[in-house]
């Protein structure tokens, strides 16, 4: 059985940085493409960050050069590194193997 669980959301001021962690279970995500989408409220789940297999990167307009998504082969992990946070990037965040395979969500709140 394959889950996600996502983890390192919090509350922060804008300007600040935040850490998320996608944890897997039950597949080997480094065979697989890797996404992190949020939804902010009232609004449609959005995507944010994409890492291949091979290690293609590539991230939204509105986050381009401020969040990096990364990944522990060892641990099976895959993470979002959100620095310069704006209050507009309050959102639940997800990621996702595939589109296919979702976690619960973590709640990022920017604000001061």
């Known amino acids: 059985q394959v889950q996600l669980v996502e983890s390192g959301g919090g509350l922060v001021q804008p300007g600040g940085s935040l850490r998320l962690s996608c944890a897997a279970s039950g597949i080997i995500f480094s065979s697989h493409i890797m996404r992190w989408y949020r939804q902010a409220p009232g609004k449609q789940r959005e995507f944010v960050a994409v890492?291949?297999?091979?290690?293609?990167?590539n991230y939204a307009d509105s986050v381009q050069g401020r969040f990096t998504i990364s990944r522990d082969i060892a641990k099976n992990t895959v993470y979002l590194q959100m620095n310069s946070l704006k209050p507009e990037d309050t959102a639940v965040y997800y990621c996702?193997?595939?589109?296919?395979?979702w976690g619960q969500g973590t709640q990022v709140t920017v604000s001061s």
């Open positions: 890492l291949s297999s091979r290690g293609f990167r």
């Open positions: 996702s193997v595939n589109d296919y395979y």
